[in-house]
């Protein structure tokens, strides 16, 4: 039934309204916000915020003008649209469409126990924690995925955060609360919506992910948006499994997750 409804929104011009999706599903108006919410983490209006807000996405860097990509996306005007511009994209059209220019994101790279870790913020919240061997690395990671934006290093403020992520890493109890600036598709954001919900020391297959956000069909694609993840430990991909219990790939290597996931355990 969300499945449904998840659908008739993505396939709408413009976003339904409560009424007119909680009578295609059978249910109140209320009774429905309620499953919506609970199968996905979202209520549907946020869900379809999410969906337009996809659709502009991939429209503005090819789009002729601004204007045409904000209306194809669904938004009946340009002030609406840029009014909520900030949490659509995390930055005005014009950066957007730039690759992020001008957007400035604060990073610094510390030293854990399984090697570098890179921690980068806009003004919203966190936005990419990276793990991996090399910091120059990391840094090319940061460059790849904000192309135009301009970096800046933490200063000691910034690296009191840094050292926050890191205390977390080795001793996963004390538990993990940032502000984050999560850019990804509709999909996405309800994947790692879930994600955020694993307990620490619990774990989920794709598939048990799959049917928590309601498409017990998409375990595959529960699989790439874990994947897309930019933001390690922080939405713990990590804690997702295959159904036999093995580990499968994670974006940081499966030593580094089997080490996380032990030290969840024991400590």
């Excluded at 209320?30 to 991939?58: C, E, I, M, N, S």
Aim: with cysteine.
């Amino acid at each position: 039934m969300v499945a449904n409804a998840c659908a008739l929104i993505e396939r709408s011009e413009d976003p339904p309204r409560l009424a007119a999706l909680a009578a295609a599903a059978g249910l109140s108006p209320f009774h429905f916000h309620r499953v919506f919410k609970a199968a996905t983490g979202l209520t549907p209006k946020a869900y379809a915020d999410a969906h337009r807000a996809d659709r502009v996405r991939k429209a503005l860097p090819s789009s002729t003008t601004i204007t045409g990509a904000i209306y194809d996306a669904g938004f009946n005007s340009n002030g609406r649209f840029y009014a909520a511009s900030a949490q659509v994209l995390g930055m005005t059209p014009g950066r957007y469409r730039a690759g992020g220019d001008l957007t400035q994101i604060r990073f610094a790279i510390g030293e854990c126990s399984l090697g570098s870790i890179l921690v980068a913020a806009t003004e919203k919240g966190v936005c990419a924690i990276l793990l991996g061997r090399d910091p120059d690395a990391l840094v090319r990671q940061l460059q790849d995925r904000f192309t135009k934006a301009e970096l800046i290093g933490g200063d000691a403020a910034f690296e009191q955060l840094v050292a926050k992520v890191i205390g977390f890493v080795e001793r996963p109890r004390l538990g993990l609360d940032l502000p984050l600036d999560v850019q990804g598709t509709a999909f996405q954001q309800r994947v790692w919506r879930a994600l955020r919900n694993i307990g620490v020391g619990s774990t989920a297959s794709y598939g048990e992910i799959a049917m928590r956000i309601g498409q017990p069909k998409s375990t595959r694609a529960v699989a790439r948006a874990c994947a897309a993840n930019m933001i390690a430990v922080a939405i713990p991909c990590h804690r997702v499994i295959r159904t036999d219990g093995q580990l499968s790939g994670y974006r940081w290597g499966v030593q580094r997750k089997r080490a996380l996931l032990e030290r969840e355990r024991s400590s």
